[in-house]
């Protein structure tokens, strides 16, 4: 069974920092890795979707790696701001429709 | 347009009701879901419908259930929910694989019905 893990489960990092997330997931035999962002009590908005052929996606100042065989994608985030304050999950493709949420990082970012 | 709508955003039910909640896209996504999500956890897979036909379902209990009238409609129907039902639940939607693969597309999110049962 495929579970997914994401650690820290909650960060509180100063303005400007450069951080990273980390995600990861027990069977590597998955079809794409996507990260998305929920704000509270809200619903998810997608960061980034990796296929499983990629080692990478970047949009702006997020990049997200995937390292399939090591069972492990991270998501980096550049130059923090308060607004990147929210819970970041990642979701692993298993097959077709169905994606495994991991646990979760809330991230709380200080003026 | 990339939203996914959801209604109503707040629900209050007792035990004994019959309610519904409603999603609805027109992005052309022909895969259309339902997630529960309790507190401080992640999105649990409940439904999938793929071009109008249910293609998954998550051993849901009977008292939830969906209906796809058509390829921008969802609907969940609600009827004699428990306490323990409470939660978010998050509608979503995305292009079904194309006939040469079949992994999952980036899936876009609706804001959510926030779910009381009394």
């Known amino acids: 069974k495929q579970e997914v893990t994401q650690i820290p489960a909650a960060l509180s990092v100063p303005e400007g920092e450069n951080l990273v997330l980390n995600c990861s997931f027990t069977d590597s035999a998955i079809y794409n890795l996507?990260?998305?962002?929920?704000?509270?009590?809200?619903?998810?908005?997608?960061?980034?979707?990796?296929?499983?052929?990629q080692r990478e996606q970047t949009s702006g100042?997020?990049?997200a790696s995937l390292d399939k065989s090591s069972g492990r994608s991270t998501l980096y985030i550049a130059a923090s701001q308060p607004g990147d304050s929210a819970t970041y999950l990642c979701a692993v493709g298993r097959r077709t429709y169905k994606y495994i949420f991991g646990t979760g990082t809330r991230l709380k970012v200080l003026a | 347009d990339t939203e996914v709508t959801q209604t109503p955003k707040h629900l209050v039910m007792g035990m004994t009701n019959k309610k519904s909640l409603k999603c609805e896209q027109h992005m052309g996504h022909r895969a259309m879901y339902w997630y529960k999500q309790k507190a401080k956890k992640p999105p649990e897979l409940?439904?999938?419908?793929?071009?109008?036909k249910l293609s998954i379902n998550e051993s849901v209990p009977s008292r939830f259930s969906p209906e796809c009238p058509n390829s921008s409609l969802l609907n969940l129907h609600l009827h004699a929910l428990q306490p323990e039902d409470s939660a978010l639940y998050l509608c979503a939607s995305s292009q079904p694989p194309l006939n040469s693969g079949r992994h999952v597309d980036t899936q876009y999110f609706g804001p959510g019905t926030r779910l009381t049962v009394l």
């Open chain 2, 46 to 52: 409940m439904f999938v419908y793929s071009y109008e």
């Open chain 1, 34 to 53: 996507q990260w998305f962002r929920q704000d509270p009590g809200k619903g998810l908005t997608s960061l980034l979707l990796i296929q499983s052929s």
């Open chain 1, 61 to 63: 100042r997020l990049n």
